[in-house]
């Protein structure tokens, strides 16, 4: 049984808006789904549709095991969400919120704050514990609204975009935490501005655009459809780009090249490298001063799809 499964969702506001357009997904047990979109695809009107905080107006979906508009209460129980604004209480501390949280979801006393101790600790707060979440780091928050979603062990974890705006050390702290989720057979849905991100956690990833899902896959099998892999090279003075071009024409087509190189070519096999290139150069007598194998990226697939990079992936870039 899929833990996730929507067929025609759709979503349709005030004035005829259609912000979702008759979508079908469908997530496996213990699967990471990645889900993007630029801004305004309809990839939150989706999300709140899943977690049953938005009422679908056509189509429908069962989130484990259970219809989000009719068993909706059955839904909420069994899923775990950790929203982009974390809605934490600045005068509570980790501990106590933790505990509140599992007294909501039924727990006796000692049972959350056992519960409250296992998390704070899994999640790299237990040192924070006792003080007021109002002095907390952006990323000290998002780890405990991850640990707060993950109170009653749900079988389906949303994720939305849990680590935008965190700095690479707290965002790596949650990477591993869902990684740790993925081994334990958590199904996990997660939304992210960060093409690293999904290309690295995802299982399987889906891209929005318009309220329509414009491609699915996993991202290898979606940055292979993006298109051949291409090589880069940047020329010693004196080398003529045009010699060069001729020189590796049995790799593949010249492409334009990228900024700060002098030529490119797009290979016809997959399985030639830059020792290929390196050789063929060489029998020209071509001297080379930098050479790059470049495959196709997320971002490119993004590109390609919705006519758009994605907001989060030049800041992701600039990090590395």
Do not use: C
């Not at 929507?6 to 699967?31: C, M, N, P, W, Y």
């Amino acid at each position: 049984m899929a833990a996730i499964k929507a067929s025609g969702l759709e979503r349709t506001f005030k004035g005829g808006i259609k912000a979702v357009r008759g979508i079908d997904i469908e997530v496996a047990e213990g699967e990471i789904y990645g889900f993007l979109g630029p801004n305004g695809a309809g990839k939150t009107t989706t999300v709140r549709m899943l977690v049953t905080l938005l009422k679908p107006t056509g189509g429908n979906a069962v989130v484990a095991g259970f219809d989000v508009a009719h068993d909706a209460s059955q839904v909420r129980r069994r899923i775990g969400v950790a929203l982009q604004e974390a809605a934490l209480d600045p005068l509570m501390t980790g501990r106590e919120l933790i505990i509140l949280q599992a007294t909501l979801q039924g727990m006796i006393k000692a049972e959350g704050r056992e519960r409250s101790a296992e998390l704070l600790e899994r999640v790299g707060l237990i040192n924070a514990s006792d003080r007021r979440v109002g002095g907390y780091s952006g990323g000290m928050k998002r780890r405990l609204d991850l640990a707060m979603a993950l109170v009653h062990s749900p079988s389906v974890l949303f994720l939305d975009e849990p680590t935008t705006g965190l700095d690479p050390t707290s965002r790596f702290a949650i990477w591993d935490e869902v990684d740790r989720l993925r081994r334990e057979g958590t199904t996990v849905f997660l939304t992210t501005q960060y093409l690293e991100e999904a290309d690295q956690m995802a299982d399987r990833v889906g891209i929005i655009a318009d309220g329509l899902i414009v491609a699915e896959g996993t991202p290898e099998a979606l940055k292979a459809e993006s298109g051949a892999p291409h090589i880069e090279v940047v020329l010693d003075q004196g080398s003529s780009a045009e010699a060069a071009e001729r020189s590796l024409a049995p790799l593949g087509e010249p492409i334009p090249a990228g900024e700060g190189h002098d030529v490119a070519i797009r290979l016809s096999d997959s399985a030639t490298g830059v020792a290929d290139a390196v050789r063929l150069l060489d029998e020209s007598g071509l001297s080379v001063a930098e050479i790059e194998l470049v495959r196709p990226s997320l971002d490119d697939v993004f590109m390609e799809k919705t006519g758009r990079r994605l907001e989060g992936a030049a800041t992701a870039a600039d990090e590395q």
